[in-house]
């Protein structure tokens, strides 16, 4: 009778080749440009539909101007307002661009060597010009609005530290980030293909739910490209005093979340599996 050898080398899932750092070749391809396009439309139409619920809340919740408190979409509806559009443009990009719509995710995933430098750059320079033009038909729609109610920029509200602000920005960025790497993992796919989630849909929710956690606090940045269109196009004081809070916080936050996923679960689950062939 013969002993039965299971061999626990082979894997249900493949992981794609790292990124080059640096690929001239991208730029022959009409696919790379192609994506770049992808990236700027969807994030101009992120920043038109999500800075467009802001003010026309804040419109609708001011008394002064017939309005009532306890009117328009209140910050539920800002946050599935945000995590909405996150999950429609994500789904309708995936196949193209990726879905980044933000630099703080190109940011993660070109540390995890999911996207090479060049790529990285122009995707963030695309998401940056695309949230210009998205606030700019936002403030040439809703002119009489747009200068009173803030023009939708992000600022620390009252009360609250520089510190605790950027603090915020971390970690809101860190979900986020976290949520893209486990969503798109095709370890977690092959594991878990008895469970049809799209992507896109956790990926929303925590959009939405850092939402919900961070707008009494900084009004939610966790996008650059966002925080960025908008300081812009409104171009006050306030909007640039603390503007480099949501630079600096989501792209800390990314890199925490792409060191986590790729060299602390990624390389925790090797390490356990080498672990069990030694002791077998």
């Not at 809340?57 to 002064?64: C, G, L, N, R, S």
């Not at 695309?126 to 939708?152: D, E, H, M, P, T």
Request: with cysteine.
């Amino acid at each position: 009778m013969t002993k039965e050898v299971t061999d626990f080398s082979a894997k249900d899932y493949t992981d794609p080749p790292p990124a080059p750092l640096v690929d001239f070749e991208e730029l022959r391809q009409w696919s790379f440009y192609r994506a770049i396009i992808a990236e700027f439309i969807a994030t101009l139409l992120f920043l038109y539909v999500t800075i467009l619920t802001v003010i026309g809340y804040k419109h609708q919740a001011d008394v002064d101007a017939g309005g009532d408190v306890c009117g328009g979409v209140g910050i539920l509806g800002i946050a599935w307002a945000f995590g909405g559009m996150i999950f429609i443009l994500v789904y309708c990009t995936a196949g193209i661009s990726g879905g980044h719509i933000n630099p703080a995710v190109t940011f993660g995933l070109f540390l995890a060597r999911k996207v090479s430098l060049i790529r990285a750059v122009l995707y963030m320079v695309a998401q940056c010009l695309g949230a210009i033009c998205g606030v700019g038909f936002v403030k040439a729609f809703q002119s009489a609005y747009y200068n009173r109610y803030g023009g939708g920029v992000n600022v620390m509200a009252g009360g609250h530290s520089k510190g605790v602000g950027l603090g915020a920005e971390i970690i809101g960025t860190f979900v986020l980030v976290y949520t893209v790497f486990s969503a798109t993992d095709p370890k977690r796919n092959a594991r878990d293909s008895h469970v049809p989630v799209l992507a896109p849909l956790p990926i929303g929710f925590a959009v939405f739910m850092v939402h919900l956690a961070t707008i009494p606090v900084t009004g939610t940045g966790i996008n650059p490209a966002r925080s960025f269109g908008a300081a812009v196009i409104f171009n006050g004081d306030k909007a640039w005093d603390e503007h480099w809070i949501f630079w600096v916080g989501p792209f800390i936050g990314a890199f925490i979340a792409a060191f986590y996923h790729q060299f602390v679960l990624r390389a925790g689950a090797i390490k356990a599996l080498g672990s069990f062939r030694s002791t077998a």
